[in-house]
Every structure is written in structure tokens, then in C-alpha cells.
């Protein structure tokens, strides 16, 4: 296997005090950042993926605004790669697939936000794009999402996302599982 880790839009505004907090995300930023600290000691190839909202109407991940920063937590370091993205799916309009198979990557580890939005989204495009794929889902977080005249729970919504991807298009483990799995 020659991996890969994508951490997607781990930014301020998804943190608290940011305009769309998500449920969960500073515990989701920590396991994240856990991941995010594996693979570079093990020196193995990562992308920080980070989202600009620029659709007309758009309240958050606004361009030069402290809210579409990559939170301190997987802050990148110089020399990794950040590909910047306007869609939920960070292989559409990217360079993210050339990116890889440059690599010759055969399996991403996807962490980030939002687990119902652009982590299934990315994560259902790579397992098209014939990788192998892995969601770590204690570093990915959501939010409630209206259905049906009621509130469906962020934890409801998170669980249900990553039932639906772990059915077919990934293995859905807990950070501390994948790092038990590369030794040291």
C-alpha cells in the first residue's frame, strides 16, 4: 500500500466562534492533528485540501477572511502541499488526482469537515477514481441537518454518513486503530 493522508477543510470558521461551527470539530481538529503528526514523521505524502467560498451569497470560508484559514491544529508546515478547492468534492477542478498519481498513491487516509458534505463527497470520487480508502471518523465531524420538519443530531448524521461509506467506499477506522497499525 502507498498512502496518502488528504486532511479536508480543517478551517477557522468550522471551529467555535467560526460562522458554520460543527459539532465536534476541536476533538475531530486533535485526531486529525494525531493523524496529520504520523504521517509526517513516517515522511508518507499529504494534502491539506482548503475550501474558498466563492458562490454569490456565500457567509463563510470567505477569501481573505481569518475564517478560511486551515485551523492551528493541522496547520501546514512549509513545503506541503495545499490545494485550494470551490466544491464539495476535492477532486473536481483540482489538481489533487494528477497530484496523486504522480505519487503513485494507491490508498488515502481522509480526515476532515464536513463528514456529510465534502468528506463523502471526496471520499466517494477517490474510491471512482480506483483508490483504495480510508475514513478516520473521530477526525471528521457535522452538523444537525434539517429532514422531514425536524432537526436530525450531528452525531446522527455523522454516524449515518460514515455507516453509508463504510458499506462500500472505505474503511472507517478510529485514528487511534490507524495509528496502532503503523508502527512507530
Known sequence: MNPALILI???NDYF???KMEVVGSVEAGLAARDVLSLFR????????????SVRPGASFFLPETKGVEIHETVEPLAGETVFPKNLPNAFRNTPLL???KGLEIDHVVVVGMMTH???????RAAFDHGFGCTVVHDACAARALPFGGELIPAEHVHKAFLSALGSVYARVVGAADLLREFPR
Open 9 to 11: 477543510d480543517i478551517q
Open 16 to 18: 467555535p466562534g467560526g
Open 41 to 52: 514523521r513516517r515522511r508518507l505524502p499529504l494534502v491539506h485540501i482548503q475550501h474558498f
Open 98 to 100: 494528477e497530484h496523486l
Open 117 to 123: 458534505m465534502c468528506v463523502d463527497a471526496t471520499t
